[in-house]
């Protein structure tokens, strides 16, 4: 191949003599979407949360998780590039792994930084019909989406909601991430989006701060159960508790095709 200059998602300029081979993802969603683009047997290392599909837990090797990973373990793997992303890997970390080879960071606040990280991927490695696929197809689902949102929310006004990420301390979604994107989407108004991007929250207060019509408890990062609903619903007014999928909600790459149809059924529930 020709030398080639690509830019990422901070802007960082990185310059290839060939397309890279030796694929390390430190973000699960991304391992997910690079599996999806074909890329299966370029995937040297990923980390022990990167659980789509399955199998590749018993077949690529592990390096860690996303905030804290094995560096050793990433030199032996002998990357020629590491996947990392802005919101899920540190800046120490990235700066690190930059001594090991080159590191691409992804930043996805909204649903085109997603078709430009694909785009990026089809450049990057060589697979532009496959990423063309999958942005295609993402298109036409979020195109029917839209229409399906439309029909169902039109000319009500938007449910207010607050989406809840991790306990002790209570944290939840706020503004200037994926989460509140997909809540907008959607049609949810998100509570908290003016109190920065995942404020601690006091549950008692819950029902001064925006009043939500609902309350989502996500499956990750922590593992809301039942027991949570009910302590939290005891500091509602009227608010109507659900536990959601985190992953449809804040994976992103081509988890949202899944995503889209999970929101419908979601809407049909509520």
């Not at 990357?79 to 080159?102: A, G, H, S």
């Not at 991430?177 to 049609?187: A, G, P, Q, S, Y």
């Not at 009910?230 to 081509?254: C, N, P, R």
Request: contains cysteine; hydrophobic residues 40%.
């Amino acid at each position: 191949m020709k030398q080639k200059t690509l830019i990422d998602q901070l802007g960082i300029s990185h310059t290839f003599e060939i397309t890279p081979s030796r694929i390390i993802s430190l973000v699960p969603s991304q391992t997910e979407l690079l599996y999806e683009l074909g890329l299966e047997s370029k995937l040297v290392g990923i980390t022990k949360f990167c659980v789509h599909p399955y199998h590749l837990k018993s077949t690529i090797k592990p390096v860690g998780g996303t905030k804290k990973v094995h560096f050793e373990k990433i030199r032996l793997l002998k990357p020629d590039i590491i996947i990392c992303n802005k919101e899920e890997n540190t800046k120490e970390i990235v700066e690190e792994l930059r001594k090991i080879c080159t590191v691409w960071v992804t930043d996805i606040i909204t649903i085109e930084d997603n078709f430009r990280m694909i785009s990026d991927f089809g450049q990057l490695f060589n697979c532009r019909t496959e990423a063309k696929k999958w942005n295609d197809k993402l298109a036409f689902a979020l195109a029917d989406f839209k229409n399906f949102i439309k029909d169902k929310t039109d000319g009500n006004s938007w449910q207010k909601v607050a989406y809840f990420i991790w306990k002790d301390p209570y944290m939840v979604a706020g503004a200037d991430n994926f989460i509140n994107e997909l809540l907008k989407l959607n049609h949810f108004e998100n509570v908290y989006q003016d109190q920065g991007r995942y404020p601690e929250v006091d549950i008692k207060t819950i029902s001064l701060i925006g009043n939500p019509d609902l309350v989502f408890l996500s499956s990750e990062p922590y593992p809301f159960k039942e027991e949570h609903a009910l302590e939290i619903k005891q500091y509602t007014t009227h608010a109507k508790t659900f536990l959601v999928d985190g992953e449809m909600f804040s994976w992103y790459g081509s988890r949202l095709l899944k995503a889209f149809e999970y929101f419908k059924k979601l809407h049909q529930e509520l």
